[in-house]
């Protein structure tokens, strides 16, 4: 008590007068509206800083899926060009890239005509290469390579829903719509991953850039205030 009366005590007379308290009293309402004000301020910064925050969430969140759309891609591009894609995609976008029908292709089959209009499995195989390499996708591997006879061994199982053994023409020729059919979807859902691609990655260069500036501002507004 006495050193706060020391205090509004301006003169020291050991008295106060009017002047002193009414002194006094300003410098402490100036003294809390600066409390005040201060609270506000950092109230207004916290805030501020837990809104970058959230932006700065929502940024790495877009970005995250840009990447693993733009990671899709480039895997799909890969496996094209390596020429890994399921056997029956491969055969599918080749009959769709040369316009072929399912009626040019079988005319060329041997054994479709030569033993009552059906296939056994070494002469579908035999046929499928063919096929291949004149699509231009055996890159000379043919007989040697096990793993594509793998493939068109498992794909005359998958055809030959009776188990005998033999392919007709009915069968084949609905095998390889289902392939064109299914290359053509494909091929569109890829189309439509790479126009959200772009779409995406708009997105985020403007929120990354709106972060940025956000951010600069903020560094600007600390330098005035020291």
């Not at 895997?75 to 769709?96: F, H, K, S, V």
């Not at 594509?148 to 829903?161: H, T």
Request: glycine residues 6%; proline residues 1%; aromatic residues 4%.
């Amino acid at each position: 008590v006495d050193a706060l009366f020391a205090t509004l005590d301006a003169d020291g007379s050991g008295t106060l007068e009017v002047g002193e308290i009414k002194a006094s009293l300003k410098r402490f309402q100036e003294a809390e509206r600066g409390t005040a004000a201060r609270e506000k301020a950092i109230r207004e910064t916290g805030e501020r800083h837990k809104q970058r925050a959230l932006t700065a969430q929502s940024v790495a969140e877009l970005t995250e899926e840009v990447e693993g759309i733009r990671a899709f891609i480039e895997d799909m591009r890969a496996q094209e060009a390596a020429g890994n894609l399921p056997l029956r995609e491969r055969l599918g976008q080749a009959l769709i890239s040369k316009n072929l029908t399912t009626n040019d292709v079988l005319a060329k089959w041997e054994g479709l005509v030569s033993r009552n209009e059906q296939l056994d499995k070494p002469e579908f195989r035999e046929n499928v290469l063919k096929l291949l390499e004149s699509m231009g996708l055996d890159k000379g591997k043919g007989m040697k390579d096990p793993k594509r006879l793998a493939e068109i061994n498992s794909l005359f199982d998958e055809m030959d829903e009776d188990k005998g053994g033999f392919l007709d023409r009915k069968e084949i020729r609905a095998t390889l719509v289902a392939m064109m059919e299914t290359a053509t979807e494909n091929k569109q859902a890829r189309k439509n991953k790479e126009a959200r691609y772009k779409a995406q990655l708009a997105v985020v260069s403007e929120a990354q850039a709106e972060l940025r500036l956000q951010l600069e501002e903020d560094a600007a507004a600390l330098r005035d205030e020291e």
